[in-house]
């Protein structure tokens, strides 16, 4: 071995660590480009409070126009402009604002409701809306009498646009978000609009302030609208009601979106993960180790991303990890890619790696998906607001889906892999199963451990230990299913491939009881509702069901079998041959 | 001993685990699904708490994709509980022997049982219930909202005096002509006209004239009630408000037709040979030794929006027999023990005019505490001794 492949095996990752590194945070926290930035910065940094909580003005920019626009850019003659522009602009100059194309409408019916059938796009301004808003409200108002679920795409995008409209008018009239900051004992948050009514309110220096910045844009002064808003930044620095060092930290995370970069890094570090485990046997040794230290530096630059990003969620809300749909999927993933680490660092095999970027990346898509309805780091409901249970029992808990996910996972790799290509023979082929056998011990007692800690909540809170609720009954599933497996294994009725087989199944149960029960929409626990999850629901089930009729073929038939076999035979028959 | 042993066998084997394991994830898939249709405290009833079921096929498919008509007879949650029961301390007795390796698998496996056991207990000993009090009014009784009664009540007298007809006995009654409800304390016979388990009322200018007609007597005559379907487990945390149509006679003598509902308030005068009787339909009432008085109901919302943050009830506490007189606030999360009760703060009446708290009575209740934490204990003790059986191998 010479001294280039000794260093080789380390040198090369860790100078792939630095670079991913250096380029990731380069691109987070790069300067912003455009006119004014700096001034825009100071701008989406005034703290202001919606739907109950206080942040930045920007995040209610980029909430706002994600649920008009379904993005958090939008286009100004061809060229690219921040969220927090287009609302200064809304609220500053509404007439303006009214000729920018930023409703998104996709549904034929509708457009033709508007007469805006033949134009070649999907955002339209609200002046072009504006001439149908009778019909709208007629249409929104009939659609509204049926029952959520009977609701046909017509109605729902009628009642999407009706309610992104109202939006859009809240804004523009200042009813939401509320910008005046209480700064003195007795006052509360108050939005601008009660100044018309109120003149006094005018006058209080907070409203001043605000006014003061928005006039500035209003004539297009915006170096002397920036100046304004730093300067009101300064005096709120001492009003502890106004968080504004909270909100600069969240406009920071707001730009660096640290869960979109995790994610493009995991699908890198998977591609790299998966040529080196799978072409472990084609390859030399050397070549595929480096290979797999490249991945799994990738994933771990992506993991401090994600790190990042929950732990800054964390700080921002002031709660644990998960409080809802969309901080429980990055927290699934979050928490599965820390097993699959265990795992990996127990069987080098370089499968962990791979695993865990398949689970960061596909749990940061559900994520992204499910944060297209606002504010993701929103009030919780007053039964749900104890920070205790939702470390212990909702963590707990959510720590048993990442296993249960992550067993899912190996066995289909197991199952897949295993059967169908000769790839896995040798090591990998034992020491999978043994790796699933201990992910489901850790899933059995975490989903135990956690599902009871729901009871006791549940006990301590409406004095029912158990109520048979859709999602506890989803939770006891989780529990039933990995005991089952668990059972069947002790009692020598299932064998490394139904092992697999069964965990695959798992992914089915998981799934249903994350997602499917809230599709239900029974209980206390459902706290969102997505049309198209439930397609997806479905699709993913059938692959899953797929996956576990590839468990059918019988072991002595794999193809990494046969092929490990054949080389046995042929290496002993050449062990026999006479020297 | 080694009979014994052989006898057991069956009942102690693994197979039977992993069978009963599965039954009972059917059996919840099932029972999750039916709460689409039905409320959720029918369905623990039909599932949970009972020796076998009937499974619609229909749950599994949407009938907009098929309709599938019949039914498959089911082991219920009680069979199940009771099988898994067995089949637990069958195998520990028959393959039990103490080591402290298995000490953890024991433990564990004994807190299994105990959880077993305490989910027996809540389902028989349980009992929970509702208490509305506006603010500055009192109350000792608690209602259960699954189950109506028709009270008639003498407030003639020193003490009110009231005889109640239960739900059961008017479902049994509805719709037949032949079939009287009568008993020597009731001043009258009850005829059930109609029964709606689940209703709605209408107004006098929503109502036709032949749904006024129903009704000769009281509240019926200037508002009708009709039948609407059952409150399913989706529909959250409302519930069923029952109302009935009724014929009061005397010695055969129609003393008029009421329509008496839980969805009205207060009770209606019924003539009964000069004497006044207050009528009504309401939900089953349970006394309390103790009395809950409402000072002051607070509902606390995010500024800006109607997320509520907190609900909370300042209340006094009056029980004589145990010489209480407090004051003491309840709130989310935080509720008041007192008599083998517990109130927890449940909802509020409309305008934030009164507080609505769940009162539970749960003999078993601290059982699952017990078996979580011996299960926790028996699965540490294992893993700890997993792990130092493992290190010496290695060690070695």
């Not at chain 2, 709606?196 to 009704?215: E, Y």
């Amino acid at each position: 071995m010479n001294i280039h492949s000794r260093l080789g095996g380390w040198l090369l990752p860790a100078i792939v660590t630095l670079i991913t590194l250096a380029a990731t945070f380069a691109i987070m926290f790069r300067p912003s480009r455009g006119e004014h930035r700096g001034e825009w910065d100071a701008i989406g940094r005034i703290p202001v409070s919606a739907e109950g909580r206080v942040k930045p003005l920007d995040t209610v920019a980029r909430n706002s126009l994600i649920q008009i626009s379904g993005r958090q850019r939008w286009e100004r003659d061809g060229q690219r402009v921040e969220a927090i522009e287009w609302l200064c602009e809304l609220m500053a100059s509404p007439r303006t604002a009214s000729t920018r194309n930023v409703f998104r409408i996709d549904h034929p019916d509708l457009l033709a409701l508007l007469k805006l059938e033949d134009e070649k796009r999907v955002r339209f301004s609200f002046n072009e809306i504006a001439p149908s808003l009778n019909d709208i409200a007629l249409q929104s108002r009939q659609a509204a009498t049926v029952e959520p679920k009977r609701r046909d795409p017509f109605q729902k995008a009628v009642l999407q646009l009706e309610s992104r409209l109202l939006l859009f008018a809240s804004l523009a009239r200042m009813e939401t978000p509320y910008c005046v900051v209480p700064m003195r004992q007795g006052e509360e948050w108050r939005p601008l609009a009660d100044a018309v009514r109120e003149p006094e309110l005018a006058q209080h220096p907070s409203a001043q302030s605000v006014i003061g910045v928005l006039s500035a844009i209003a004539e297009g002064e915006v170096s002397k609208a920036g100046a304004n808003a730093r300067e009101y930044l300064q005096t709120l620095s001492t009003v502890p009601e106004a968080r504004t060092s909270a909100a600069a930290h969240e406009v920071l995370f707001n730009r660096a979106m640290p869960f979109i970069y995790a994610s493009a890094l995991y699908v890198l570090s998977f591609l790299l993960g998966c040529a080196a485990f799978l072409m472990r046997p084609l390859w030399n040794p050397d070549r595929s180790r480096v290979v797999a230290r490249c991945a799994l530096s990738i994933m771990l630059v992506a993991f401090l991303l994600h790190t990042f990003g929950l732990i800054t969620r964390m700080y921002l809300q002031g709660r644990p990890p998960v409080t809802n749909l969309y901080s429980s999927a990055i927290f699934i993933g979050w928490a599965a890619i820390i097993l699959a680490l265990v795992a990996e660092w127990f069987h080098r095999l370089g499968v962990g790696t791979m695993v865990a970027s398949l689970l960061g990346f596909g749990t940061l898509i559900i994520a992204h998906n499910l944060s297209s309805g606002g504010d993701t780091m929103q009030m919780m409901q007053a039964v749900l607001d104890t920070n205790f249970w939702l470390a212990t029992h909702v963590v707990v808990i959510t720590i048993g889906y990442s296993a249960t996910f992550l067993a899912g996972l190996l066995g289909a790799i197991y199952l897949i892999f295993g059967a169908l290509t000769p790839l896995l023979r040798g090591e990998p082929l034992k020491a999978i199963p043994k790796m699933i056998y201990g992910v489901i011990a850790f899933a059995t007692i975490t989903s135990f451990v956690g599902t009871v800690l729901g009871g006791i909540w549940a006990d301590q809170s409406w004095g029912r230990f158990w109520g048979w609720d859709p999602k506890e009954n989803g939770a006891a599933l989780i529990v039933l299913w990995n005991l089952l497996i668990l059972h069947a294994r002790w009692g020598g009725m299932i064998q490394p491939r139904g092992v697999a087989v069964l965990a695959v199944g798992g992914n089915i149960i998981t799934a249903w009881s994350w997602f499917g029960t809230n599709m239900l929409g029974v209980g206390l626990h459902s706290y969102g509702f997505m049309d198209s999850a439930v397609f997806w629901l479905v699709v993913f089930c059938l692959v899953q069901l797929a996956i576990m009729s590839v468990g059918a073929i019988p072991y002595r038939a794999w193809r990494s079998n046969t092929v490990a076999r054949a080389a046995k035979r042929e290496s002993a028959a050449v062990a026999n041959v006479p020297a | 001993m080694e009979q014994f042993r052989h006898l057991l066998g069956p009942l102690a084997s693994l197979r039977l685990t992993v069978v009963l394991f599965a039954l009972s994830m059917f059996l919840i898939l099932a029972g999750t699904l039916a709460q689409v249709r039905d409320g959720v405290w029918t369905v623990v009833d039909q599932y949970f708490r009972s020796l076998w079921v009937m499974i619609p096929l229909q749950l599994f498919v949407p009938e907009k994709v098929l309709r599938l008509p019949g039914a498959i007879p089911f082991p219920a949650g009680t069979t199940l509980g009771i099988l898994l029961f067995v089949n637990l301390l069958a195998a520990h007795a028959a393959r039990f022997k103490w080591s402290w390796k298995r000490s953890g698998i024991i433990l564990s496996h004994a807190g299994a049982l105990l959880l077993l056991v305490g989910e027996f207990v809540t389902g028989i000993g349980a009992d929970e219930g509702h208490m509305s009090i506006f603010e500055g009014s009192s109350s000792s009784h608690v209602e259960d909202l699954r189950e109506a009664e028709l009270a008639i009540v003498d407030a003639t007298g020193e003490e009110d005096r009231v005889v109640v007809v239960s739900q059961h006995a008017l479902q049994r009654a509805a719709g037949q002509r032949d079939h009287v409800i009568t008993n020597p304390l009731l001043p009258v016979s009850v005829r059930v006209d109609q029964w709606m388990s689940n209703s709605r009322l209408l107004g006098p200018r929503q109502a036709s004239p032949q749904q006024l007609a129903r009704a000769s007597a009281g509240l019926g005559t200037e508002v009708a009630a009709e039948p609407i379907r059952n409150v399913t487990g989706v529909d959250g945390m409302s519930t069923d408000t029952p109302s009935v149509y009724v014929t009061f006679e005397r010695d055969g003598k129609e003393l008029g037709r009421y329509l008496l509902s839980t969805r009205i308030d207060t009770p209606q005068d019924l003539f009964v040979d000069g004497k006044v009787y207050q009528v009504w339909l309401r939900f089953r009432r349970t006394y309390k030794p103790y009395t809950i008085h409402l000072i002051d109901f607070r509902h606390d919302k995010f500024v800006g929006t109607q997320v509520a943050r907190n609900f909370s009830s300042r209340v006094r506490l009056v029980d004589p027999a145990r010489s209480v007189d407090r004051e003491l606030t309840i709130s989310m999360n935080k509720p008041l023990r007192h008599a083998g009760d517990t109130l927890y703060q449940a909802s509020y009446k409309e305008g934030d005019t009164g507080t609505v708290l769940q009162v539970v009575r749960n003999p078993g209740w601290l059982i699952p505490y017990i078996s979580c934490a011996v299960v926790t204990l028996g699965l540490l003790v294992h893993f700890v001794a997993k792990l130092i059986s493992s290190a010496r191998r290695v060690v070695s």
